[in-house]
């Protein structure tokens, strides 16, 4: 068995700054298999454009959700297979937040808002030569700005963007209430996708309202905090 996982390199003291490359990072550890990092992996190389994407065996199979889908379908399902029906539309909404509208807010604050832009661009393009690394970095910061407007969330204002953050981040709090994983007391893969997200809100430097709503909740932090021990231990809290 063969699984390489070919990702953006580390960044922000996290395996990945990339939410989708952390969740399947996650996911092949809390499920076991063995695998190993591409890292430094470029989107326009990917068999969809973006990262993160595996190659099984030599199979590609790119998007994190149909990557989890095809490990599971390949290699066993060792996470899901506890879960009933409830439970599992429970954590697929969940994940659906945080896939579809959370990552927006937080592409708001690391690539659009000016304070953010200034943590993020050396994160993401330090290691450029500093003319190239200038100008992919302002390439790569206009494509996000155009996608966050035409997705929606770059059309509000700072205060509903907030807004709308916290509100994702109070429903995460209220699901993590009084359990130890997501969805109860074992791991299922949508703690892949909750820790992923938490860990790229709550230990990177990109300060927002949302993450100091967040730092707030102690139903956040504490999960977060024993998940990357769990998962990553080779990656300290800041
Ligand atoms: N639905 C995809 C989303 C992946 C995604 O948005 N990846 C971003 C990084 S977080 C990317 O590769 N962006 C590069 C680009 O759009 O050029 C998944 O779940 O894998």
Redesign the pocket.
């Known amino acids: 068995m063969s699984i390489l996982l070919h990702q953006f390199a580390p960044a922000f003291g996290l395996p990945n700054g ?4 952390m969740k399947v990072e996650a996911y092949l550890r809390l499920a076991g298999l063995e695998y190993r990092c591409a890292n430094g992996a470029l ?2 190389r ?1 068999p969809r ?4 994407w595996i190659e099984d065996d030599g199979t590609p199979v790119a ?3 149909f990557i989890v889908r095809h490990l599971e379908a390949r290699h066993g399902n060792p996470l899901d297979g506890w879960l009933s029906a409830r439970e599992r539309a429970t954590g697929h909404g969940m994940q659906r937040m945080l ?1 579809e509208n959370t990552y927006w807010v937080a592409v708001h604050y690391r690539w659009v808002d000016d304070a953010g832009w200034r943590i993020t661009k050396p994160q993401f393009f330090g290691a450029l030569p500093p003319v190239a690394s200038g100008l992919v970095a302002a390439l790569a910061r206009r ?1 996000l700005r155009r996608q966050c407007l035409g997705q929606g969330m770059g059309l509000h204002t700072p205060e509903e963007i907030a807004a709308i953050g916290c509100a994702d981040f109070d429903a995460l709090a209220a699901q993590l209430e009084g359990r130890e994983y997501l969805l109860g007391d074992r791991p299922s893969s949508y703690d892949a996708v909750a820790l992923a997200f938490l860990a790229n809100l709550l230990w990177v430097q990109v300060d927002s309202p949302v993450k100091t709503h967040a730092t707030g909740l102690p139903v956040l932090v504490d999960y977060c905090d024993r998940m990357m021990a769990r998962v990553f231990p080779e990656y300290p809290k800041p």
Do not use: G, N
């Open positions: 990339s939410p989708f490359c989107p326009f990917a454009r973006k990262l993160p998007d994190s959700s896939e494509q």
